[in-house]
């Protein structure tokens, strides 16, 4: 069994900061790569950012310059800082994990998500 806790996210103006962690515990025995994804209502959920076990990070387009992903995969912790926010970066955040488990297979398992609103 795997648990993705996520912490952060609120109401912030725009233009403002907020920083959202996330720590993957359980029977974790290899993290592949760590990050967020978030949604709208009506919408598909988006990749926002990935980190992964080479330190590779991969930005959405419309986060790039403003977002930063960062974390220590090999210890299951990965953070979001999310700078220069815009309204329409509201949604929710998700958390998600690609890893190999106590079922020795690779599996993707998600936070619960966190609400960000920015306001104009």
């Known amino acids: 069994q795997v648990q993705l806790a996520e912490s952060g996210g609120g109401l912030v103006q725009a233009g403002g900061s907020l920083r959202l962690s996330c720590a993957a515990s359980g029977n974790i025995f290899s993290m592949n790569h760590m990050g967020w994804y978030r949604q709208t209502p009506g919408k598909q959920r988006e990749l926002v950012a990935r980190l992964t076990s080479s330190d590779t990070t991969n930005y959405a387009d419309s986060v790039k310059g403003r977002f930063t992903i960062s974390g220590d995969i090999a210890k299951n912790t990965v953070d979001l800082l999310m700078n220069s926010l815009k309204p329409e970066d509201t949604a929710v955040y998700y958390c998600?994990?690609?890893?190999?488990?106590?079922?020795?297979?690779?599996?993707?398992?998600w936070g619960q998500g966190t609400q960000v609103t920015v306001s104009s």
């Open positions: 998600y994990a690609d890893l190999i488990g106590a079922g020795l297979n690779w599996s993707e398992h």
